[in-house]
């Protein structure tokens, strides 16, 4: 299917597990990003890569790893799962044509219990 | 540094009646700015945005958005609401096109 798609869309896990989101994208867009959304704070950039094996950290990056081997996905892990990352996580992918418009996956809802 | 400001957190409407949600920036340098909309349980979709062309930026579905920087506003407005226009509405902020700011995001509530 052509697009973004991200997996799961719903997660539950406990505290201290390891999580990975995956993120991929169908038009070899070169930047790719990584958001959370909580009430209260909109959208906050995570990580974003600007091609494969480039990534670097958004504003809030502590407890995330990413890596991307490939240019069209994107995992994110958390390492050992806090409460505190309970939200709904959203990936994006722009570029090369205009690297300002933002192509959004459907967001998956992680609950850590 | 960058962030963006929208001053209502809820604005309601009635259908056919004008709609304007405010957004201020702030930015050390010439921004681009965007309004993305999510509907419940969606992801974002871009409605317009603004990289330093025409100040009046039209975008999808009637919406439209004007840059002031003397304000350093950008705010979005629609003639007449629709029902379907009843979503969450974002502003952005970048001058880089790596690092993206949001705001907090207004609630539009469209009455019958």
């Known amino acids: 299917d052509a697009g973004i798609t991200q997996s799961p869309r719903y997660k539950i896990t406990e505290t201290g597990r390891q999580v990975t989101l995956m993120c991929h994208q169908t038009?070899?867009?070169?930047?790719m990003f990584w958001y959370r959304q909580d009430l209260g704070h909109g959208l906050r950039l995570i990580y974003y890569?600007?091609?494969?094996?480039?990534?670097d950290k958004g504003e809030v990056p502590d407890g995330y790893v990413v890596s991307r081997s490939k240019t069209e996905n994107f995992p994110l892990t958390l390492e050992s799962a806090t409460r505190s990352q309970t939200s709904v996580y959203f990936c994006?992918?722009?570029?090369?044509?205009?690297?300002?418009?933002?192509?959004f996956g459907p967001g998956t809802r992680l609950t850590v219990t | 540094a960058q962030s963006v400001t929208q001053l209502d957190s809820h604005v309601s409407v009635s259908e056919g009646t004008p709609v304007l949600l405010r957004c201020n920036y702030s930015?050390?340098?010439?921004?681009?700015l965007f309004w993305y909309v999510q509907h419940p349980n969606k992801g974002l979709q871009l409605l317009l945005k603004?990289?330093?062309?025409?100040?009046l930026v039209k975008g999808i579905n009637g919406f439209e958005a004007e840059f002031k920087k003397s304000e350093t506003s950008f705010h979005l407005t629609k003639p007449s609401a629709h029902m379907s226009d009843a979503a969450e509405y974002f502003c952005?902020?970048?001058?880089?096109?790596?690092?993206?700011?949001f705001g907090t995001g207004t609630s539009l509530t469209v009455i019958p």
């Open positions: 952005v902020v970048s001058n880089t096109g790596n690092q993206f700011y």
């Open positions: 994006a992918s722009s570029g090369p044509g205009d690297l300002y418009e933002q192509y």
């Open positions: 603004y990289t330093s062309a025409a100040t």
């Open positions: 890569s600007a091609a494969a094996d480039i990534t």
């Open positions: 930015s050390s340098y010439s921004p681009s």
């Open positions: 038009w070899s867009h070169s930047y």
